[in-house]
Each structure stands twice: as C-alpha cells, then as structure tokens.
T-cell receptor, first 114, second 113 residues
C-alpha cells in the first residue's frame, strides 16, 4: 500500500527567498507523484507530476520537484517565493493499481511574509 | 487538459434530508472515479472508489449505506449523502484518472443545518 508524509504542517518564508516543502512516500510499485496547490476556498490545481521520466520535474509558477528513489522523497522547491504562493500544498502518490488510487499527504500550509 | 465538473458547487440542506452530488468527466471516459472529503484545514481523505458497472469500494470507516455511490455511465458518478447531519458538512471532491494523472473536480461544499 502506498502512503505519503509531508514533513512540515506549515512553512513560513519571506518574499523573494527560496521555498522548500518536503515530502516522503512509500509505494509497492513505481508510483506517480504529484504536487497540488489549493488556495483558500478553491479547488485543486496541479503544480507538477512525476511519472517515471526525468527525475527533476518542472511545474507551473516556477516550482520544481526532484524524485529521489533512494531517499523515497519528492520535495517541492521554488527559488524565490511570491506573495501569491501562499496556499496549501499537497503531495500526492498514485499507484498503477486499483484504478490509480490516489492518496494525499496531510498538506503543508505555506505562509509568505512581505 | 481533461476536465471534471461537479454539481452543485455548494448546497445547504436540512438535517435528515438527502443530497446528491454529481461528478462528470467532460471530455474523456472514466471507468473509475474517486470521491474525497475534506474537512476545514485538513487534507483530502479518500472515501470510496466508484466503479462503472459495479459496486463502489469504500475505504475503512466510511458508511456505505450513508454515502451511496452510483457510477451510471462512463462519464458520470453520483454521491448521495443520505439522512445528512451537521457532521457531514464538508467539502466533497471527486476525481477521474487517465493513465498517469488524476483530474479533480472543483468540489462541492455541503452545509447541513
């Protein structure tokens, strides 16, 4: 069975500084991994996805994530935070079984200070 | 990309009544769809897997008689919250997978008074 752990419930950064949101996963298969963002009272938006191609994945809005199999990690980074990045971020794992059953991490709330 | 819609986007109902939420894949077919529930400031919790042409598969702790799921066609799944109570108030989100990606609906906010 798959699982996903987001190591920080909240992260606070200053505008213009780097962002690091940490995610570890476990899976019995070769999983697909995703990062989603959810702004307050809004739906989910896909930031990026890893599906066994390049280990460094670039997403929208300057975000990227690196898949490290040896560390079972898929951390999300951005070189320079913007105020509009303040939101809830979910790391998600999906296995090619059970119709691509998808499990969400607990979420990390990103705060961006001016 | 693929689009998944949900209807209604929000609903208020009285305690004891039933509410139906629809999830549609607009430009692709989905033999499987998923239903999630999200309480305020919490993550999405998978409730059940909706299977076209067969019974839904429920996650542990989810009452199948309370949350009725019907996957009527390859583009439509419905979730009916029966005899709703205030504790059922939540944000319900559906998703439909393609080969490597889940497409999520915008969610339905249910408030039970």
């Amino acid at each position: 069975a798959q699982s996903v752990t987001q190591l920080d419930s909240h992260v606070s950064v200053s505008e213009g500084t780097p962002v690091l949101l940490r995610c570890n996963y476990s899976s019995s298969y070769s999983p697909s991994l995703f990062w989603y963002v959810q702004h307050p009272n809004k739906g989910l938006q896909l930031l990026l996805k890893y599906t066994s191609a390049a280990t460094l994945v670039k997403g929208i809005n300057g975000f990227e994530a690196e898949f490290k199999k040896s560390e079972t990690s898929f951390h999300l980074t951005k070189p320079s935070a913007h105020m509009s990045d303040a939101a809830e971020y979910f790391c998600v794992v999906s296995e090619p079984t059970g119709g691509f059953k998808t499990i969400f991490g607990a979420g990390t709330r990103l705060f961006v200070k001016a | 990309g693929a689009v998944v819609s949900q209807h209604p986007s929000w609903v208020i109902c009285k305690s004891g009544t039933s509410v139906k939420i629809e999830c549609r894949s607009l430009d692709f077919q989905a033999t499987t769809m998923f239903w999630y529930r999200q309480f305020p400031k919490q993550s999405l919790m998978l409730m059940a897997t909706s299977n076209e042409g067969s019974k839904a598969t429920y996650e542990q702790g989810v009452e199948k008689d309370k949350f009725l799921i019907n996957h009527a066609s390859l583009t439509l799944s419905t979730l009916t919250v029966t005899s709703a109570h205030p504790e059922d108030s939540s944000f319900y989100i559906c998703s439909a997978p393609t080969r490597y990606e889940q497409y999520f609906g915008p969610g339905t906010r249910l408030t039970v008074t």
